[in-house]
Nanobody, 114 residues
Framework: VQLVESGGGLVQPGGSLRLSCAAS????????MSWYRQAPGKEREFIAL????????NYADSVKGRFTISRDNAKNTVSLQMNSLKPEDTAVYYC????????WGQGTQVTVSS
């Protein structure tokens, strides 16, 4: 049972990145999925969630209109498209599955800097 994030990297302000999270070991399509992030010296914060079938999404105010969460239940993946990136988006981004218990990925670093 695991989640593996990918797609992080260094990007200039105003740029875009697409993060992916590959799930294995559980019935992916049954569970709500979400993305969180943690910046240095700060607590982990909620970014976005998507319902099990993908029909409902929700976003933190800080990313609304810039980030889009999506999922492909046939491929057991959840993605986060990040546009108009800002330096304050710099953080380690984590994928989370609302299994009992909650399952976290290992994280992927996103750095927004010129």
């Amino acid at each position: 049972v695991q989640l593996v994030e990918s797609g992080g990297g260094l990007v200039q302000p105003g740029g875009s990145l697409r993060l992916s999270c590959a799930a294995s070991g559980f019935t992916f399509s049954r569970y709500l999925m979400s993305w969180y992030r943690q910046a240095p010296g700060k607590e982990r914060e909620f970014i976005a969630l998507i319902s099990s079938a993908g029909g409902t999404t929700n976003y933190a105010d800080s990313v609304k209109g810039r980030f889009t969460i999506s999922r492909d239940n046939a491929k057991n993946t959840v993605s986060l498209q990040m546009n108009s990136l800002k330096p304050e988006d710099t953080a380690v981004y984590y994928c989370r599955a609302n299994l009992p218990p909650v399952l976290w990925g290992q994280g992927t670093q996103v750095t927004v800097s010129s």
